[in-house]
């Protein structure tokens, strides 16, 4: 039944999809490109943009001891992926710690923040995940190594970073920020930002827009993420054209 939700909602977003990569191919003129993935689950996003875009290299992060293990096996499996893609277990933060993170029985969930059992947006979104899920909500709680992602950038030496990526249910500022000056060699940051109250964030959309034009950064493009409080945006660097 997990399979059959996996593919529900790989259906529905489908469309959404085609339009981010539709928009992107138009930002970004020059192949091959560097893309840095933040939550990257089970791989879904690196296959989208291998099958978009001449590569160069994916930097990949998966904080879920479990998701990673099927993401590093999907990544075996595809070996025109090996050479170009490296996978991290680590979750990426403002700075270097070690924190709680909720393993979801509905994976791509999974966040290092609270939820609000209690919102009415859980609950309507519970009826619909007891069809398909048994059990509790939250399979497990465990610690997870945080490093800022300004660290990693230096560690790899990338100088110029086409993409950064970054889907981390309720975590996207803490990413943003931990990259520091770094930030100014990103071309395009590519998010999701969830306005319902389900996931107990500390920040707010207005926060994220406000810290991303400080760096010299305008919204280009955003898109309504189907049967969600949930919207997907773009931001470009106006020093790259």
Known sequence: MIFLLKILFLVI???NKKKIIFFIKKKLKSDPIVIIDVGAHEGETIQLFFKNFLIKKIISYEASKDNFKKLKNFINKNHKLKDIVEINNIGIGKESSTIKFNQMSESSSSTFCDIN???RYFK???KILDFFLK???INKSELITIKPLKNEVEKYQ???IDILKIDTEGFELNVLEG???KIKDVKLIYFEHHFDNMIMKNYTYTMIH???SKFNFKKVFKIKMPLRKTFEYIYQNKNFH
């Open 124 to 126: 309507r979104k519970k």
């Open 13 to 15: 977003d489908n469309q």
């Open 158 to 160: 990338l100088k110029k």
């Open 179 to 181: 990259l520091g000056d």
């Open 210 to 212: 406000s810290y991303l």
């Open 135 to 137: 059990g509790n909500y």
């Open 117 to 119: 059992f209690e919102s």
